[in-house]
Structures are given as C-alpha cells and as structure tokens.
C-alpha cells in the first residue's frame, strides 16, 4: 500500500481520465444512434422505392398488354370472333391497383370503357334492382340517385358506377370511409356495409344503378359479385378510399 498524500479516500480513476471516458461515451453513444438511425430509416426508403418501381412496371405492362389486345385483330385463328375490349378490360381488371392508378389518370380507362359495346339489362332484372334500391339505397342515394349534398354523395353519372363494378360490389360488401370527391363535393363519411343482401341482389341492384338516373354502365352478374365476395372473404373492416386509390 503506498501512502496518499489526502486522507480521504483514494478517487478510482483521476478526474482526467474520468471527463475522457465521459467524452468517449458519449461519441459511441452517438454513432451507435445514427447507426439505428440509418438501418432503421433506410430499408424503409428502399422498399418504398422498390414498390413504386415494381407498380411502375406493373402499370407499363399492364398498359402495353391492353393496347396490344386492342389493337389486335378480333378473328381467331378458328375463324370465330372476340371482343378485343373485354380482353384488355379483363387484363387491367386483374391489376386492382393499376386501375385504381389508371383511374386517377382517367383518359385510358375513359377510352376502354367507351368503346366496350352496350348491352342492355333485361327488363325483370332492373324490376328486382329497383325492388332493392327501395330497400337498401334509397334513404341515403336518393329516389333521383342524387343523394343529398353534402351527406351522401351522388351516384347519378359519376365515373366509380359507369367504371368497373368490381368497386360499388365492394363498397356494399363491406362498406367505405374517407375522403371522396363527387360532383366537385368532398365527403368524408362512411357508407356502412349493406346487411342482407344475396349476391344475386347486388346484382341486380347494381345492374340498376348503372342503367338509371343518366348512367349507362354493363349489367352485373351474381357471379361477378360471387368472386368479389370469395377475394375479400377475410375482409371485416369498411374500405378506405385511401387503400383504394380514390379521392
Ligand atoms: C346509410 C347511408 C348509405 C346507404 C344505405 C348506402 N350508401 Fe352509398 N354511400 C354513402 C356515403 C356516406 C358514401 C360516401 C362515403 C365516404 O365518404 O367515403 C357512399 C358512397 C357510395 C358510392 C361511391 C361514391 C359515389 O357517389 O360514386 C357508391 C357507388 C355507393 N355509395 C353506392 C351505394 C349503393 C348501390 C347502395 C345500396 C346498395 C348504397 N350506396 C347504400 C351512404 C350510403
């Protein structure tokens, strides 16, 4: 033991070394939170990226595909015929988000959906779609399917009911919430998912719908309601306009 000129007890380290250690501790605290920071913040960025990219490519694809099928000729090679529309429908169809974009930017879908040929919803269908409208719709759309401004939206001439049913066949399933904007009005609101109804009904109420109050929209079958259904069995929470590209 050797002799210390205090009295007191001995300190373990001398103040010097002890405010380095202070200062070393601090620097590796530091670079150990901008090392988080950055494998944290990253691969974020990246993937991000990637998924715009990969959606990118997708809408360029998808794109590429249905003009091709457009443009091809409409005889098969067995002498019979198709209708190249419902072909390049069914190749963008089965991108939802492609569609979603493709409706943001509207002139592509707009030129699809108007050259698609006209067919007319036979008379008893429109009888038992009116029946539901009466039931389920109306309170809220309107007898007009003008809805009421600005609580519920309007459904007289409005792209989402002359486009794609696959939309309005979700929205009545399951419901939707969010901004939307009809006819110039934002409604930030929720249409509840419609209780009781058979797929043969959203059918038929849908197949209304796009024949009535100015839309002039393709009949809707059970079967398309049947796979919406069958895709989205999990689903228990109301769409969001957001996750549906809509605004
Ligand atoms: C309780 C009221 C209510 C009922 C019943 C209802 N809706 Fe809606 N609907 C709304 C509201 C509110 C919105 C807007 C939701 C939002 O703000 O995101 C909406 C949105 C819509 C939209 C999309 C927006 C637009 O105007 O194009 C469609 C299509 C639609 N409803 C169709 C129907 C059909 C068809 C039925 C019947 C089967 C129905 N709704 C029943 C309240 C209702």
């Known amino acids: 033991m050797s002799e210390h000129p205090s009295n007191g007890p001995r300190p373990l380290l001398p103040g010097q070394v002890k405010s380095w250690l202070g200062v070393v501790a601090f620097v590796l605290v530091a670079v150990a939170l901008l090392g988080y920071a950055f494998v944290a913040i990253r691969p974020t960025t990246n993937s991000d990226l990637d998924r715009r990219n990969a959606q990118k490519a997708l809408r360029a694809d998808t794109e590429a595909k249905a003009k091709a099928l457009l443009t091809a000729p ?128 959203i059918a038929d109420v849908l197949t209304y719908v796009r024949q009535s109050f100015g839309n002039k929209a393709n009949p809707v079958t059970a079967d398309q309601v049947k796979a919406v259904r069958a895709a989205n069995a999990a689903r228990t929470a109301p769409w969001n306009t957001a996750e549906l590209g809509l605004k």
């Not at 108007?114 to 809220?140: H, N, P, W």
């Not at 409005?158 to 486009?163: A, D, L, S």
């Not at 249409?191 to 797929?199: F, K, Q, R, T």
């Open 74 to 201: 409409a005889k098969n090679a067995d002498g019979t015929y198709r209708l190249p529309v419902a072909d390049a429908m069914a190749v963008i169809a089965a991108n939802p988000q492609v569609l979603a974009d493709l409706r943001k930017s509207a002139a592509a879908p707009a030129a699809v959906v108007a050259t698609a040929a006209f067919v007319k919803a036979d008379d008893e269908q429109m009888k038992r779609g009116l029946a539901v409208y009466s039931r389920t719709c109306i309170a809220c759309h309107q007898p007009t399917g003008k809805g009421l401004a600005p609580v519920f939206p309007s459904i007289a001439g409005v792209p989402i009911v002359n486009g794609d049913a696959t939309l309005p066949i979700k929205f009545i399933l399951h419901g939707l919430m969010g901004p939307i904007t009809v006819d110039g009005v934002t409604y930030n609101s929720m249409m509840p998912p419609v209780a009781g109804v058979s797929d043969q009904d």
